[in-house]
């Protein structure tokens, strides 16, 4: 039986009790769920370990890397430089990067970027392994590449070129680099366990992540859904499309997460390491108000505010994005809390959000990668179980 350690109301039993159920799909992952509000801790749990061979126990502050649920993060910085006025969000980022500014790219807005508009889904050529760690190569291959579509035109998630293309931006418009930034302006204020960039120093306390393994009758109690099988055909469908290219290209993306070079690598869109209450307590102070980050309720407003559904060209469903944040949808596998909901899932499972009507910041983490696209069945568990602490 999995212990699960840490502090929580009596009002939170059902929601650790889903938790530990989670435990018995794969005694041998290792996880972690924080809630939070008005700045107090409602409930921080972890069970299991955080290393392959389950040697290595979980704890509280344990870091995993949360692949797209960090995308938020991403956007905070860049709601910091609007609110400073260094960036506006309907300039062209050839305004601040000239080099951007070829192969049809000219016009496209830091807002297209932020809400998946800009065509910059995938990379056009086939790229090799060591590519993604070079900032530069990165550099020259966004200047150089082309939108697949005409910018604006139609929604297209961008799993990799978002961050890449947001952190140049930074840089180019600061001078200084994008994770340097993120510390300043948000992780450190906060104090948020999450970090763009892992010191090599640092990396030996952080989880390693590895597939989730199921027998059969676990895969059917815990199935990642018809969304995940749809991406698999896409992909397998247009070996050269957008799809495929976006997902697997170079292979690496998804292949060396547990790497030295990934762990200290800028891909900022993929690569943030975050502990299950680092990213709560970065919701939570977004549900807190606009003040409490250091921005204008108008600027909260623009970046947080979903869009209508529209159907994503890259991962085939209908989704609502606001600027770098998702926002809520009926159906479980997209419910952030409730209706006004925003935040951002992770490949594999890892899942944060806030619920401006509760106030709730919301976090998942796990080491044990599921398949699902969207918000995975252990994590949807879990948020099924939040409305009793909406009470206290």
């Not at 080099?99 to 910059?120: C, D, P, T, Y």
């Not at 159907?311 to 209908?318: H, M, P, Q, S």
């Not at 252990?378 to 409305?387: F, V």
Request: proline share 6%.
């Amino acid at each position: 039986m999995i212990e699960v350690q840490g502090h929580w109301p009596p009002e939170a039993e059902p929601l650790i009790e889903a938790f530990k159920d989670n435990f018995s799909h794969d005694s041998g992952q290792g996880a972690a769920l924080a809630v939070v509000r008005d700045g107090q801790v409602l409930v921080s749990a972890w069970a299991g370990s955080r290393d392959k061979a389950g040697n290595k126990p979980w704890c509280e502050d344990t870091c995993v890397n949360i692949f797209s649920a960090g995308k938020p993060l991403v956007a905070a910085l860049i709601m910091t430089l609007v609110e400073r006025g260094e960036l506006a969000l309907d300039q062209p980022i050839s305004h601040y990067w000239p080099g951007f500014s070829g192969n049809g790219k000219e016009l496209i807005s830091v807002r297209q970027v932020l809400a998946h508009r800009s065509g910059m889904s995938a990379f056009h050529s086939r790229l090799k392994d060591p590519v993604i760690f070079d900032p530069d190569a990165i550099k020259y291959l966004l200047e150089y590449d082309e939108p697949w579509w005409r910018p604006d035109s139609a929604q297209g998630y961008s799993p990799f070129l978002y961050g890449w293309i947001l952190a140049e931006l930074v840089r180019q418009v600061t001078g200084e680099s994008f994770s340097d930034l993120f510390n300043r302006y948000w992780a450190e204020p906060l104090g948020l366990n999450a970090i763009f960039g892992v010191p090599e120093s640092q990396q030996g306390a952080l989880a390693d992540v590895a597939p989730l393994k199921r027998s059969a009758q676990q895969a059917g109690a815990i199935s990642p859904g018809a969304h995940s099988a749809a991406l698999g055909q896409l992909m397998k469908a247009d070996p050269r499309g957008v799809v495929n290219r976006a997902f697997a290209n170079p292979a690496s993306l998804m292949g060396s997460t547990n790497t030295r070079a990934w762990r200290s690598a800028c891909i900022p869109a993929a690569n943030c390491h975050a502990s299950a209450l680092g990213l709560a307590q970065f919701y939570g102070a977004l549900a807190a108000g606009a003040e409490r980050v250091g921005l204008s309720a108008a600027t909260l407003a623009e970046f947080t505010h979903a869009r209508q559904a529209e159907l994503d060209k890259v991962l085939g469903l209908a989704l609502r994005f606001g600027l770098g944040f998702m926002g809520s949808q009926a159906s479980r596998d997209c419910l952030l809390g409730g209706p006004q909901g925003y935040g951002h899932p992770g490949a594999g499972g890892s899942v944060g959000f806030t619920d401006p009507e509760t106030g709730l910041g919301f976090a998942y983490v796990t080491g044990r990668l599921g398949q699902s696209v969207l918000i995975d069945p252990r994590a949807q568990r879990l948020i099924a179980q939040l409305a009793p602490l909406a009470r206290v």
